[in-house]
C-alpha cells in the first residue's frame, strides 16, 4: 500500500520543493503587507487590503489565468523577464511555486496581520523614546513579538502551497517532474483507469505532511510564546 513509485516519490518531491520555494519568497513581502495594513492608515488602504485576498474570494482557476496574462512569455511581465534574463517561468517548477505563492499569500498575511496587532504599541513607544530608529525597533521589539504569528503563516502558506491546484494547472500545466505537484499527480491518477491504488497513497501522503506541518507550526509557536513570556 505504501511502497512509492518513482513517480509518486517525484510528485512528492516536487511538492515539497515548491512549497518551501513560495514560502521563502512571499514571506519577506507577506511580513511588509502585513504591517503596512496593520500598522497605517492611508487612502487606499481597504483596496490592497482587497487584492490582497482576492486570491480566497475569486476561482483559483481566474489567478492561474491572471498569472498567465501577466506572466506568460508574451505577458505584460514576463516578456520583459524572458528578453532581459532570459527567465520563463510558464511550464516551469518555478512557475508553480509562484501560483502557490499567490494562492497562499492572503492566509499567511492574515496570521501575520494578526500578530502585529497584539504587539503592545507602548513597548515600540518606550524603545523610541529611549533614542532606537524604526527600523531598529521593528528588527528588535515587533518582529520578535510577533514571531509565533510569523511562524503560523509561513507554515499555513506551506500547507496551503502544498495543496494548490486550479491556479498551477492553469499557469504551468500538468508536466511530470517539472510542474505535477501532489494535487496534480492525484488528479491525473484519478482520471486513469487502474490509478486508486497510487491515487490513495498520494491521498495520504498529502494529508501526512500538512498534518505534520501544522503540529510542528504549534510546537514552535507555543515554545515561543513560553520564551516570550506572552
Same mark, same amino acid.
Given at each position: 500500500m505504501f511502497s512509492l513509485t518513482p513517480?509518486?516519490?517525484?510528485?512528492?518531491?516536487? #511538492?515539497?520543493?515548491? %512549497?518551501?520555494?513560495?514560502?521563502?519568497?512571499?514571506?519577506?513581502?507577506?511580513? @511588509?503587507? /502585513?504591517?503596512? +495594513? $496593520?500598522r497605517r492608515e492611508f487612502?487606499?488602504?481597504?483596496?490592497?487590503?482587497?487584492?490582497?485576498?482576492?486570491?480566497l474570494v475569486i476561482p483559483p482557476v481566474a489567478v492561474g489565468y491572471?498569472?498567465?496574462?501577466?506572466?506568460?512569455?508574451?505577458?505584460?511581465?514576463g516578456e520583459w523577464l524572458f528578453n532581459q534574463f532570459g527567465?520563463?517561468?510558464?511550464? #516551469?517548477?518555478?512557475? %508553480?511555486?509562484?501560483?502557490?505563492?499567490?494562492?497562499?499569500?492572503?492566509?499567511? @498575511?492574515? /496570521?501575520?496581520? +494578526? $500578530?502585529?496587532s497584539y504587539v503592545d504599541p507602548r513597548l515600540e513607544n518606550a524603545a523610541r523614546t529611549l533614542g532606537a530608529g524604526r527600523g531598529r525597533v521593528a528588527v528588535t521589539i515587533t518582529l520578535p513579538l510577533a514571531l509565533p504569528g510569523i511562524l503560523t503563516g509561513a507554515v499555513l502558506g506551506f500547507a496551503r502551497a502544498l495543496g494548490e491546484f486550479g491556479a498551477t494547472i492553469t499557469f504551468v500545466s500538468s508536466i511530470p517532474g517539472e510542474t505535477r505537484t501532489l494535487p496534480l499527480a492525484l488528479y491525473a491518477l484519478v482520471q486513469s483507469p487502474g490509478g486508486d491504488e497510487s491515487a490513495g497513497r498520494l491521498l495520504v501522503i498529502s494529508v501526512v505532511v500538512a498534518m505534520a506541518a501544522l503540529a510542528v507550526s504549534e510546537?514552535?509557536?507555543?515554545?515561543?510564546?513560553?520564551r516570550l513570556g506572552t
Open positions: 513517480l509518486e516519490i517525484e510528485a512528492l518531491a516536487l #511538492s515539497l520543493r515548491v %512549497a518551501l520555494a513560495s514560502v521563502l519568497g512571499s514571506l519577506p513581502i507577506a511580513i @511588509v503587507v /502585513a504591517w503596512v +495594513l $496593520a487612502p487606499g488602504k481597504l483596496l490592497l487590503d482587497g487584492l490582497v485576498h482576492l486570491p491572471i498569472l498567465l496574462v501577466v506572466f506568460g512569455r508574451n505577458g505584460l511581465i527567465i520563463t517561468l510558464i511550464f #516551469s517548477w518555478s512557475g %508553480a511555486a509562484l501560483a502557490a505563492a499567490v494562492m497562499a499569500f492572503p492566509l499567511t @498575511v492574515r /496570521a501575520i496581520r +494578526l $500578530a502585529l510546537i514552535l509557536a507555543r515554545r515561543l510564546r513560553r
